[in-house]
């Protein structure tokens, strides 16, 4: 399994980012994805989740209403589109599969680096 993360950058505050998630190794489109960011000595917190046919997603509430996590099953990839970004947003921005296959792993990505700041 395999989960890849892209499109993290330098942003001014107000900027928008789209960060990407290719995975492989598993069937992706069975399963719940979720995207986490930790900050500098901040723990890992739960930004976003979707459901396995893309009906269902969540948010915390510092995001709602500027994120909006997608995917599309047919290239096995998560999105999270982040507009009016904020200096808070600041952080390391981690692709999540949990409870893959019949030992319930959870895999993750290495993370991408989203900094906004002016």
């Known amino acids: 399994v395999q989960l890849v993360e892209s499109g993290g950058g330098l942003v001014q505050p107000g900027g928008s980012l789209r960060l990407s998630c290719a995975t492989s190794?598993?069937?992706?489109?069975?399963?719940?994805m979720k995207w986490y960011r930790q900050a500098p000595g901040k723990e890992r917190e739960l930004v976003a989740a979707?459901?396995?046919?893309?009906?269902?997603?969540d948010y915390a509430d510092s995001v709602k209403g500027r994120f909006t996590i997608s995917r599309d099953n047919a290239k096995n990839t998560v999105y999270l589109q982040m507009n009016s970004l904020k200096p808070e947003d600041t952080a390391v921005y981690y692709c999540?599969?949990?409870?893959?296959?019949?030992?319930?792993?959870?895999?993750w990505g290495q993370g991408t680096q989203v900094t906004v700041s002016s």
């Open positions: 979707i459901s396995s046919a893309g009906g269902s997603t």
């Open positions: 190794g598993f069937t992706f489109s069975r399963y719940l």
């Open positions: 999540n599969a949990p409870g893959v296959g019949w030992s319930r792993l959870d895999y």
